[in-house]
């Protein structure tokens, strides 16, 4: 897949990576059990927090599609609206998770703000993973003039028993929280932009 290749070439570019995922006769974490139930189907969400920055979003409706789950590597297309820009891609790396957001334009090329996030801060069985923002993150948010963003910290949650995924971003004075209800399978959307099956 394009958008796999892509990644990993960019994740080194950006010294980001430090190892190829898990491979296939590692253990799976308790966070990849809770995932797998999901893999290959999409979930409706909706945004839980108040921000205004988020109105323009609260006015589409939002799905994501957990579509790629290897061993260790999951990929997420988040659908918002008609827009199929943006990929959650969580790999476990030894005994951590990383999270890279992957942003693509229309045509499949990447935008200048893509690859960004971490790694957890987490243990690779918790159900809760907190990404703060790895240097390569900073360097890139510094070299795009938004230095506020360096302070980011991600979390992904999987919560089996109340049937929710949920996504959020914060740092002092932003918060944006997506709660995806995964006991309701939804249609599975078009292929994110970039991808190439």
Same mark, same amino acid.
């Given at each position: 897949?394009?958008?796999?290749?892509?990644?990993?070439?960019?994740?080194?570019?950006?010294?980001?990576? #430090?190892?190829?995922?898990?491979? %296939?006769?590692?253990?799976?974490?308790?966070?990849?059990?809770?995932?797998?139930?999901?893999?290959? @189907?999409?979930?409706?969400?909706?945004?839980?927090? /108040?921000?205004? !920055?988020? &109105?323009?979003?609260?006015?589409?409706?939002?799905?994501?599609?957990?579509?790629?789950?290897?061993?260790?590597?999951?990929?997420?297309?988040?659908?918002?609206?008609?827009?199929?820009?943006?990929?959650?891609?969580?790999?476990?790396?030894?005994?951590?998770?990383?999270?890279?957001?992957?942003?693509?334009?229309?045509?499949?090329?990447? &935008?200048?703000?893509?690859?960004?996030?971490?790694?957890?801060? /987490?243990? %690779? &069985? %918790?159900?809760?993973?907190?990404?703060? #923002?790895?240097?390569?993150? @900073?360097?890139?948010?510094?070299?795009?003039?938004?230095?506020?963003? @360096?302070?980011?910290?991600? /979390?992904?949650?999987? &919560?089996?028993?109340?049937?929710?995924? /949920?996504?959020?971003? !914060?740092?002092?004075?932003?918060?944006?929280?997506?709660?995806?209800?995964?006991?309701?399978?939804?249609?599975?959307?078009?292929?994110?932009?970039? %991808?190439?099956?």
């Amino acid at each position: 897949m394009l958008i796999r290749a892509t990644l990993f070439s960019s994740c080194l570019v950006l010294s980001a990576c #430090a190892a190829q995922p898990v491979p %296939a006769t590692s253990p799976v974490s308790g966070f990849e059990a809770a995932l797998q139930p999901l893999c290959g @189907k999409a979930y409706e969400g909706r945004i839980t927090t /108040t921000d205004a !920055a988020d &109105d323009d979003w609260r006015a589409e409706r939002i799905v994501m599609h957990m579509r790629t789950c290897d061993p260790g590597l999951v990929t997420v297309p988040l659908h918002v609206g008609d827009d199929r820009s943006r990929i959650w891609v969580l790999m476990q790396i030894g005994d951590r998770w990383e999270l890279r957001h992957d942003h693509r334009h229309e045509d499949g090329e990447p &935008d200048v703000l893509t690859l960004y996030g971490g790694f957890a801060s /987490t243990p %690779a &069985d %918790a159900l809760i993973q907190d990404f703060p #923002a790895d240097q390569a993150t @900073k360097d890139l948010f510094d070299q795009e003039n938004i230095p506020v963003s @360096k302070t980011n910290v991600w /979390t992904v949650e999987v &919560d089996p028993e109340a049937g929710l995924f /949920t996504y959020q971003l !914060a740092r002092p004075g932003r918060l944006l929280r997506l709660e995806f209800d995964t006991s309701r399978p939804v249609d599975v959307p078009p292929p994110p932009w970039g %991808a190439v099956d």
